[in-house]
DNA sequence: TAATGTAGTTGATAATGTCAACTATAGTCT
DNA sequence: AGACTATAGTTGACATTATCAACTACATTA
């Protein structure tokens, strides 16, 4: 059973972290889901953006990242603008609205992390991180 | 960007999980979903098993839990019987057909672990579980 | 230039999750 | 016993997340 056990408690920490970040976010009043954060973080990091640098990075449909987009757009928390090298594709980019509202789901993060993290130390985290990076890797090839 | 890392391999993680399971609950042909399948094994293990266990252990609203019962009662795969001790409850019970899908998610379960857990000892694993679970616990409390 | 591939959109639909209101039974308190 | 509160489960409504297929427009390759 060691195998079942192990699954569980992966499941169960996911869905309570992404309760913990759903009701944060609800806090903020943003009317956007944990998705939409999570887009929003990777066009602030990831600089050219575009819809495929994201399907790809969340291993996502294309569908499902164009209407996050969309929503972001017509909150304006992002802007598109044409991609000089691809006339297909848009660079996405953060607005100024949304770059103050990066410094909230920032703090927020920490907040979290540090809530998850209590007990353990920089070792157990980086070992954590390291076999989690490599289970993920074991299961998309 | 520690935290960041961290949290997105989780998500990464868990979402290949998942899709692993969903694709190979798929070829069994059962018409269900990843999460009835979690549900069933709940009731394989805990003896008795009435809506509430399921809904506590999963974390999930008892609404989701009524129709995820519902599903798998019209594939007959389950079936409820009344709770002698309480009569607003019904225990849960697996019928012959789902005793014998059990067998083959189980085969599934082991094969997706295997796969995910290639390069890792015993220890690494263990440690992980640990971790997991402490993580879990800080985040429900 | 024809064929093939890629970026992104749209429609349809499945799967998962949550809230609130409700019924029926259980337990508690006096 | 009767009143009050709590719990098990159901139902309706809805939000979120996810996937597939078909499509347009542009890019790349042969």
Do not use: W
């Not at 973080?41 to 969340?58: E, G, H, S, Y």
């Not at 598109?80 to 100024?96: A, F």
């Amino acid at each position: 059973m060691q195998e079942r056990k192990s699954l569980d408690s992966l499941f169960q920490l996911v869905h309570a972290l992404k309760r913990q970040l759903h009701n944060r976010i609800e806090q903020l009043n943003l009317d956007i889901a944990p998705m939409h954060v999570r887009v929003l973080k990777i066009i602030n990091k990831k600089v050219p953006c575009t819809a495929i640098d994201i399907a790809n990075f969340l291993n996502r449909d294309k569908a499902q990242v164009t209407r996050l987009l969309n929503t972001l757009i017509a909150q304006e928390l992002i802007v598109k603008e044409p991609n000089p090298e691809d006339k297909r594709s848009q660079c996405l980019r953060l607005t100024e609205k949304s770059q103050m509202i990066m410094g909230e789901i920032s703090k927020i993060d920490k907040q979290i992390y540090a809530q998850m993290t209590q007990g353990l130390n920089e070792q157990d985290l980086e070992h954590f991180e390291v076999v989690a990076e490599l289970m993920a890797k074991n299961l998309s090839t």
